[in-house]
T-cell receptor, first 113, second 117 residues
Framework: DQQVKQNSPSLSVQEGRISILNCDYT??????FLWYKKYPAEGPTFLIS?????DKNEDGRFTVFLNKSAKHLSLHIVPSQPGDSAVYFC????????????FGTGTRLQVFP | DAGVIQSPRHEVTEMGQEVTLRCKPI?????LFWYRQTMMRGLELLIY????????DSGMPEDRFSAKMPNASFSTLKIQPSEPRDSAVYFC???????????????FGPGTRLTVL
């Protein structure tokens, strides 16, 4: 009953190219979505977020797209850099309980030269 | 600020033993969260506190798990008795709770890797 799903456990991309990480969700009550980035032996750190009233949010090289009808969001990293190699977690919350985050299982991104 | 501090960073114990994980949140943060990370389930919220009061413990897997927050600067997560399936990385996070959405201001500690043999 995983409400937030990241179906690709890993992704390998060449430096300079685009990385696309995908996330699907099942709960139609989710109204806020986030991406966290995690390096080995460190805790996750907040990367970017998007409200359900938007379909795109951009921050530098990072853009998150939201498709509510498909219950799908994606994180685009352009251009990818070796320092982007990390595990990326998708997360979601509902308006009536904004304290609580539901995370996916994560996607390990490797950016090679 | 030193960030969220967790101890120990690694814990290896035998099945049946009591395990206590510790967390010191960032000073001034009103919210404290305990998460568990496993390969199968990703990051799961176990319990969270607001101003030292437990708000939601629905993620605590069973009665063997308990958490306390005796003051604003300290929290513990205890597993008694521990079992091999409890092996995971346990994260503590804190949040100031001053923004409109608490969720985008969570600061995570480095985690405690627990291995139960």
């Amino acid at each position: 009953d995983q409400q937030v799903k990241q179906n690709s456990p890993s992704l390998s991309v060449q430096e300079g190219r685009i990385s696309i990480l995908n996330c699907d969700y099942t709960n139609s009550m989710f109204d806020y979505f986030l991406w966290y980035k995690k390096y080995p032996a460190e805790g996750p750190t907040f990367l970017i977020s998007i409200s359900s009233i938007k379909d795109k949010n951009e921050d530098g090289r990072f853009t998150v797209f939201l498709n509510k009808s498909a219950k799908h969001l994606s994180l685009h990293i352009v251009p990818s850099q070796p320092g982007d190699s990390a595990v990326y977690f998708c997360a979601a919350s509902v308006a009536y309980n904004t304290d609580k985050l539901i995370f996916g299982t994560g996607t390990r991104l490797q950016v090679f030269p | 600020d030193a960030g969220v501090i967790q101890s120990p960073r690694h814990e290896v114990t035998e099945m049946g033993q009591e395990v206590t994980l510790r967390c010191k949140p960032i000073s001034g943060h009103d919210y404290l969260f305990w998460y568990r990370q496993t390969m199968m389930r990703g990051l799961e919220l176990l319990i969270y506190f607001n101003n030292n009061v437990p708000i939601d413990d629905s993620g605590m897997p069973e009665d063997r798990f308990s958490a306390k927050m005796p003051n604003a600067s300290f929290s513990t997560l205890k597993i008694q008795p521990s079992e091999p399936r409890d092996s995971a990385v346990y994260f503590c996070a804190s949040s100031p709770g001053t923004s409109g959405r608490v969720t985008d201001t969570q600061y995570f500690g480095p985690g405690t890797r627990l291995t139960v043999l």
